[in-house]
């Protein structure tokens, strides 16, 4: 729980750095839903969970739509919902010649977007 006393907030903040082999994404979902706070606590969960949540979040085509569906539905099971990123369309590059490229995600729950709707990406 972080808590601010001088304005009077305190929200639980998840970083995550997703597991990159396919075997495991299902016990990473388990394990992000076991975060979710109780209800009326805000929370804000970001970072690279190396999974996009659409297409369009990496430049390549090479894309597991069957995997983007399971993330979604854990999003949906911690009742999370996407911040979006400001001016620009990815966040992450492998730096190769032909690099791909990603947006690193941020997401939050409703506590969090009605108490804190000032935050940019």
């Not at 979710?36 to 979040?57: C, E, H, M, T």
Request: a positive charge.
């Amino acid at each position: 729980m972080v808590r601010i006393s001088k304005i009077n907030v305190c929200f639980e903040a998840t970083s995550v750095y997703g597991l990159t082999v396919c075997t495991y994404k299902d016990a990473f979902f388990a394990e992000l839903i076991s975060h979710k706070p109780l209800p009326g606590v805000a929370w804000l969960a970001s970072g690279d969970f190396n999974q996009i949540y659409r297409a369009r979040d990496k430049n390549k085509r090479n894309i597991n739509r069957s995997r983007i569906n399971w993330f979604r539905a854990a999003l949906q099971s911690c009742e999370l919902k996407e911040i979006h990123l400001q001016n620009r369309r990815f966040a992450w590059s492998n730096e190769r010649v032909n690099p791909t490229l990603c947006k690193l995600d941020s997401f939050c729950n409703v506590e969090w977007d009605t108490t804190s709707d000032t935050h940019v990406l």
